[in-house]
């Protein structure tokens, strides 16, 4: 059975930075893709980051890039979101996901980047952000 587990969430000012982890079991880690997914309240599920954990592909959301960082211990199973320059706009419940889909462009293995080409996901970890 194919579990997500994250942590990391918390309340920080604004510029301030959280690190959020995902320790995924049930599956076999190295062929899979993960990616995290924020909600807030009212809003549509967005996706944040993304990555092939058989490769070192990667996605990022237009509002993270350049201040979120997507990476994975395969010795761990554990995904990793480290997020810097925190905005008042990031506030949203955090979600890990994962898919055992592997997606092939003409870039090579890619992560998929919408929430439903995920199969699994977490429970969520909450980041408040002050200004």
């Known amino acids: 059975q194919v579990q997500l587990v994250e942590s990391g969430g918390g309340a920080v000012q604004a510029g301030g930075s959280l690190r959020l982890s995902c320790a995924a079991s049930?599956?076999?880690?190295?062929?899979?893709?993960m990616g995290w997914f924020r909600q807030a309240p009212g809003k549509e599920r967005e996706g944040v980051a993304a990555?092939?954990?058989?490769?070192?592909?990667?996605y990022y959301g237009d509002s993270v890039k350049g201040r979120f960082t997507i990476s994975h211990d395969k010795a761990k199973n554990t995904v990793y979101l480290q997020m810097n320059s925190l905005k008042p706009e990031d506030t949203a419940m955090y979600y890990c996901?994962?898919?055992?889909?592997?997606?092939?462009?003409?870039?090579?293995?890619?992560?998929?980047?919408?929430?439903?080409?995920?199969?699994?996901w977490g429970q969520g970890t909450q980041v408040t952000i002050s200004s």
């Open positions: 990555i092939y954990t058989g490769g070192s592909s990667t």
């Open positions: 996901a994962a898919t055992l889909t592997t997606y092939y462009t003409s870039s090579g293995y890619v992560p998929p980047r919408r929430p439903d080409q995920y199969t699994y």
């Open positions: 049930g599956y076999t880690y190295s062929s899979a893709s």
